[in-house]
């Protein structure tokens, strides 16, 4: 059975991973089971062992693709009538952010307007919008009132899956109230084992407040209890750039530490029995205590059955119980397949018991360092492709940091635990072993920000998918070496699969890529707008604002460039010094080579402008100031004229550093766009008058739709096809009715990025049209 276990697993999770992308309802995968199912036992009997096999491995990932289907039919399924509606919803808080006003709600009975109550199960995502602070805690009943939504989706390419998240997670809709819509009821709702260990973190918290200062107690935290709530934004870049990230998201390493102080303890006070329930109750107490993460439970699992093999005089067989671990996570949530924690896990697992053993046997002149190397370099390269996926940063220190703070955070997690212990008996017990881990906690926190801050500690990098294909066969390849018997034939065809993978990944990556495009990207309440030319020349527009704990450069402009296969843009413009049309661009200069920084001038006195421009500078980029007459000359089919500001800039205007927006029109072969940034009223009937509009097929609606920017003379001498209005949610009232209503005077369609996401114009077959991201639609 063991044997067979990696099989099963594995199937059933490529069901789970078929059954999310394909999203077939629960019935036919498990007819296809009972099929195949009866296919294996004819099989088998006709000794047929190998297409038995098969047929099984089949058997198992249509039971995982159809329990998919009925756990996203959980999460949906009792919601859906509520959609879209006005509700009351009664239940208990099951998680929560205070400090982001966030929380998800055990919906237990749920009441549309003027309807009785009906009793559901479900899980409801719930944000609180006014500035009132939150103090909940987990189990407090509660009553919300407000619009029941299905959860946003992707709303960029290559960007976040929201949605997914929440369904992730459990959620299948959102709300969003003020505080006033809000009730609190008596009672208590969940279980009393999570209301005590939440109880029991806070005593924690509580305990590492009291004796340590403010910055060592939230790394601590950060270490004993996982989440990056508890440690600041730059000390968590810090250990991102020298890929050691995971020490501060409780994983295998942490419940390892946790199993070895268990199996101490065990090894001390009792043996046999009791030393079993004190190592099970020590991995479970933990499992709930930091939050019940897939990591954690995967470690927990295989902790324990290890341990469980050894009380009962068995050898541990590591793949069947990883593989064991996965199918029981998978059963129990398969949902948490597709979290990036879960992956991660299995990935350093697997790597550790098929890379470790490859690396010794090159590493073994280093002594006493190969063993500690070669496990650092094999969970390195087992996760590379998904760290630099989602992180876009290729981590050069990450041996190095490892080999020095792997051992730091061993001896701190070893006072910590036991701190942690006399904490739940005594809080001034705690104090000398939180006190004795302070000088770790102090190099832990020192050592990675110098370490970062060095030149080479991460190179920026964006690879096409063919790199990781070829990656991922060489990866292979190394790992097979030992069992095959290698000839230069044989070499040959080796280095030949890996150069074929590139050249036809290349190939699919070129036919896929429009080869023109402008795309209007949704960054909430801001702009930010690509422009990839006939020529191949990559330009972007302004970079969406960065707002206290969401920047969308970071989070949306840097994803949709990796999807695009943006290495690099040749033109960075900035139509005027606002934070929702810079604020993205300081994260994006970081991390994107830029050649040129086109601005109108302008400038604010804030401390975030100052650090873009000092970030430009650092970076060597050159800057030049536009002005109306100016004109660009991108490729030989591309144009950008430059119609505002005039050379005298607007003063005492309405809004003057808006009138003195960039106004542009990119021409690409033909297709005219006009882009105006936040110019209003003065500023564009200016160029009305004058008649110093060209034909634009395309307008980018000025500021965001607002009542004043947009005369009507303007939109008549302009006669564009198209509108885009980038605009989110917002508290000005964006956009205006009565610039709706002019727009559907004077212009055939009109798009919005808060309700079509992403806007695309691309050429195709030398016509262009246009695709949305939410709403799909092509026009010529």
Request: hydrophobic fraction near 50%; proline fraction near 6%; charge should be positive.
């Amino acid at each position: 059975m063991s044997a067979a276990l990696p099989l099963i697993s594995a199937s059933f999770l490529a069901g789970i991973a078929l059954g999310g992308y394909f999203d077939p309802a629960w019935r036919w995968p498990l007819l296809l089971a009972l099929l195949f199912g009866g296919s294996a036992v004819f099989c088998y009997r006709a000794q047929q062992n190998r297409t038995a096999s098969l047929l099984i491995a089949a058997v198992f990932a249509c039971l995982g693709a159809g329990h998919f289907a009925l756990a996203r039919q959980a999460v949906h399924g009792s919601l859906a009538p509520f959609r879209g509606r006005e509700v009351a919803a009664v239940g208990y808080v099951q998680s929560y952010d205070n400090k982001a006003g966030v929380f998800l709600l055990r919906v237990e009975e749920i009441a549309p307007a003027g309807s009785e109550p009906q009793p559901v199960k479900a899980l409801v995502r719930v944000k609180v919008i006014d500035a009132v602070p939150l103090s909940l805690a987990y189990g407090r009943r509660l009553a919300v009132r407000g619009n029941l939504n299905e959860p946003l989706g992707r709303r960029n390419p290559g960007g976040f899956d929201y949605g997914a998240h929440l369904e992730t997670a459990g959620a299948g809709a959102m709300m969003t109230v003020r505080s006033r819509q809000m009730q609190v009821l008596p009672g208590r709702g969940g279980s009393a084992l999570l209301r005590l260990a939440e109880q029991a973190r806070g005593r924690v918290l509580q305990g590492l407040q009291a004796h340590l200062p403010a910055s060592e107690a939230g790394l601590a935290a950060g270490l004993l209890l996982g989440g990056g709530s508890y440690v600041g934004d730059d000390l968590t870049v810090a250990f991102r750039r020298l890929g050691i990230a995971h020490l501060l998201a409780v994983s295998g390493l942490h419940t390892g530490f946790v199993a070895a102080f268990a199996f101490f303890l065990a090894g001390r006070l009792r043996r046999g029995v009791p030393g079993l329930i004190i190592v099970m109750v020590m991995l479970a107490g933990y499992v709930f205590l930091t939050g019940g993460r897939p990591s954690v439970w995967r470690a927990a699992l295989m902790f324990g059955l290890a341990y469980l093999g050894r009380y009962l005089g068995r050898e541990a067989d590591a793949r069947a119980s990883v593989a064991a671990a996965a199918l029981a996570l998978a059963a129990f949530r398969p949902h948490w397949v597709f979290e990036l924690s879960f992956q991660l896990s299995f990935l350093v697992t697997a790597g550790l018991l098929l890379l470790v053993p490859r690396f010794m046997s090159f590493l073994t002149p280093l002594g006493r360092l190969a063993s500690p190397a070669a496990v650092v370099l094999a969970a390195q390269a087992a996760v590379l492709p998904l760290q630099v996926s989602h992180f876009g940063l290729l981590p050069l220190l990450a041996l190095p940091a490892n080999l020095l703070c792997v051992p730091l955070v061993g001896l701190f997690m070893s006072l910590g635990l036991a701190g942690m212990l006399l904490s739940f008996t005594w809080q001034p017990l705690a104090a000398p072993f939180y006190l004795a881990a302070l000088p770790i906690l102090t190099v832990l926190e020192r050592l990675p920000r110098l370490m970062a801050g060095l030149p080479f500690a991460s190179l920026p990098l964006n690879p096409p998918g063919e790199v990781w294909l070829a990656y991922l066969a060489a990866l292979a390849l190394f790992i097979a070496a030992p069992r095959v018997r290698w000839s230069r034939l044989k070499v040959v065809i080796a280095v030949l699969i890996c150069l074929n993978l590139l050249c036809l990944g290349s190939l699919a990556g070129e036919l896929r890529a429009p080869r023109s495009e402008i795309s209007f990207l949704d960054v909430g309440q801001g702009l930010s707008v690509f422009i990839r030319t006939p020529g191949g020349r990559a330009v972007l527009v302004d970079a969406g604002p960065a707002d206290t704990g969401f920047d969308s450069g970071e989070r949306i402009v840097l994803p949709f460039l990796r999807q695009r296969r943006v290495r690099s843009l040749d033109l960075l413009i900035l139509t005027h010094p606002h934070s929702d049309h810079y604020g993205g661009m300081r994260a994006l200069a970081e991390q994107v080579p830029v050649r040129l920084f086109a601005s109108s001038g302008q400038s604010e006195e804030s401390a975030a402008f100052g650090r873009l421009l000092a970030t430009l500078e650092s970076r060597n980029v050159q800057a030049v100031e536009l002005q109306a007459g100016d004109r660009l000359l991108l490729d030989r089919r591309t144009t950008v004229t430059v119609l505002s500001p005039p050379e005298e800039k607007f003063w005492g205007t309405s809004d003057d550093v808006n009138n003195n927006s960039l106004v542009l029109l990119f021409d690409l072969d033909g297709f005219g766009i006009l882009i105006t940034g936040d110019a209003e009223k003065e500023a564009l009937g200016r160029l009305a008058g004058a008649g110093e509009l060209p034909a634009a097929a395309v307008l980018q609606v000025p500021h965001h739709g607002s009542r004043s920017a947009m005369p009507e003379d303007f939109l008549k001498a302009l006669d564009a096809r198209v509108a885009v209005i980038p605009v989110g949610k917002n508290p000005f009232g964006h956009p205006h009715p009565e610039t709706l209503s002019l727009l559907q005077a004077h212009v055939p369609a009109v798009f919005r990025t808060d309700l079509h996401g992403a806007v695309t114009f691309y050429n195709s077959g030398g016509s262009w049209r246009v695709r949305t991201q939410v709403v799909r639609n092509n026009r010529e």
